[in-house]
């Protein structure tokens, strides 16, 4: 069973900044947060990992709460391309166990 | 090395057949995965290997289905007396395990297999 929920679908305009939030209510301990990015037909892609604060990378941003029972996902300026199904985890990296993903979906 | 390898990227297979999936991971990865998803879900767990090791194989489906990783290289994923239902995407990914410590996955394109 997934271990994160996360919102179904979202919607964004190319430009715009992408924030997907994730609640991590069972997170362990030694849980590090990852976020993958799967597009269709493919496997999915790795993008950011962190354990409690803010991770930046050149393709994300990460926020982790104090408590860290959440986690946002930041996407600056979203183009058509990053239309793609993004997906939350917080294991040890034993069973890396994905939910059903948020499909973003970004128009013109 | 160009990532995770799997072989064959598609399979088309009769109701009743076995089939045999291959994965090659990234060569220094120590850790590999097999994972089946369908369409509008995500990727579902089936089993991983530490080195030639199986560590975690419960969530394997059934008993038809069964991995190898005899080297601790490459791995191979069978179905035997396949069923419609075995259609999907099957997914491999390897990572780094050191310790408690584990670096991030990489996923291959995965194999689709489809049973007629």
């Known amino acids: 069973l997934a271990k994160t929920t996360q919102p179904i679908s979202m919607d964004s305009y190319e430009g715009q900044e992408v924030n997907i939030t994730c609640s991590h209510n069972?997170?362990?301990?030694?849980?590090?947060i990852t976020w993958y990015q799967q597009f269709p037909s493919q496997g999915p892609r790795f993008i950011i990992q962190?354990?409690?604060t803010k991770v930046t990378n050149e393709v994300a941003s990460l926020f982790i709460p104090a408590d860290r029972k959440s986690s946002t996902l930041s996407l600056p300026r979203v183009s058509l391309s990053d239309t793609a199904v993004y997906y939350c985890?917080?294991?040890?990296?034993?069973?890396?166990?994905f939910g059903g993903g948020t499909r973003l979906m970004v128009k013109p | 090395d160009t990532g995770v390898s799997q072989d064959p990227r598609h399979k088309i297979t009769k109701r009743g057949q076995n089939v045999t999936f291959r994965c090659d991971p990234i060569?220094?990865?120590?850790?590999l995965y097999w994972y089946r998803q369908t369409l509008g879900q995500g990727p579902e767990f089936l089993t991983y290997?530490?080195?030639?090791?199986?560590?975690?194989k419960s969530r394997l489906l059934s008993d038809r289905f069964s991995a190898e990783r005899p080297k601790g290289s490459f791995s191979t994923l069978e179905i035997q007396r396949t069923e419609q239902g075995d259609s999907a995407m099957y997914l491999c990914?390897?990572?780094?395990?050191?310790?408690?410590?584990?670096?991030?996955?990489?996923f291959g394109q995965g194999t689709r297999l489809t049973v007629v």
């Open positions: 290997f530490q080195n030639e090791a199986q560590l975690e």
């Open positions: 962190g354990y409690k």
């Open positions: 990914a390897s990572s780094l395990s050191f310790g408690e410590m584990n670096t991030e996955a990489f």
């Open positions: 069972n997170i362990a301990t030694n849980d590090y």
């Open positions: 060569s220094e990865h120590n850790r």
């Open positions: 985890l917080d294991n040890a990296g034993n069973m890396l166990t």
